[in-house]
C-alpha cells in the first residue's frame, strides 16, 4: 500500500500523532502558534514563510498537498497548513533537519525536471504522483543517500503539522482531527461522552491542549 490517496492508512498514523502531539511530549514538537486558538475569534491567516525560501516553500507544499490530499473526505495537509507548520519548526524543534529539507527539496525538483519535464510543483498531480512513488521507493536520483529518508522524514512532519495540536502553527481550523474523527482535547470523560465516542457520534471539541490551564505551556 503507497501513500497516495490511502486515507485510512493516514488516518491510522494520523491517531498516533495526535496522542503525541496532544500529551506531554508536545513540548518537543516545534515552536507554538503565537497565538490563541480555540474558544475565540477564528485564527489568522496562515503567516508567511520564514524559515525556507520562496522555491522551497512552493515545493513542500505541492508535496505535501499529495502526501495527504484534500478530496471528497474534506481538506488535506496543505489546508491543515502542515506546510507552515514545517517551516516554523525548522526555525527551532526541526531546526538540525534544515539543510536535510534544503538538498532534498533541491533534489526532489531536479529529478522531477529530469524525469517528467517541469519543475515539481508546476506538474500534473499524476505526476507529482509518480515522482513522489519514485521517492518513497529509493528509485530517484539526486539524492544525498537514500531518497526514501528523505520520503519519510518529510511524511512524518507532515502528519505532524496535520493531526497535532493546533497550538504548534498546524492543524488549521482543526481539518485534521475533523479528517480522523477525534473529538478534541477533554480533561474528562462521562460514561455518557464514552457510548458517544465509541458510536462515533461525539460533537468534536475543538480545544487545544493549550486552552486548558491543566497543560503546562512550553515556553515561546
Known sequence: MTFISRRDLLKRAGLLGVAAAAGSSVDVVARPFQGRV?????????QQFGNLTSEESNI????VARLIPSDELGPGAKEAGAAHYIDRALGSALAASRQAYAAGLAALDRYAQAS???AFARLSTMDQDAVLLDVEKGAATGFSGSSTAFFNMVLNH??????????YGGNANFVGWDLIGYPGVRTMVSAADQKELEASGLKPNRK?????????????
Open 38 to 46: 480555540a474558544g475565540g475569534p477564528e485564527r489568522p491567516a496562515l
Open 60 to 63: 513542500l507544499e505541492a508535496v
Open 116 to 118: 517528467r519535464g517541469d
Open 158 to 167: 507532515t502528519h505532524q503539522g496535520t493531526f497535532g495540536d493546533p497550538y
Open 208 to 220: 487545544s491542549a493549550y486552552d486548558y490551564e491543566a497543560f503546562t505551556k512550553a515556553q515561546r
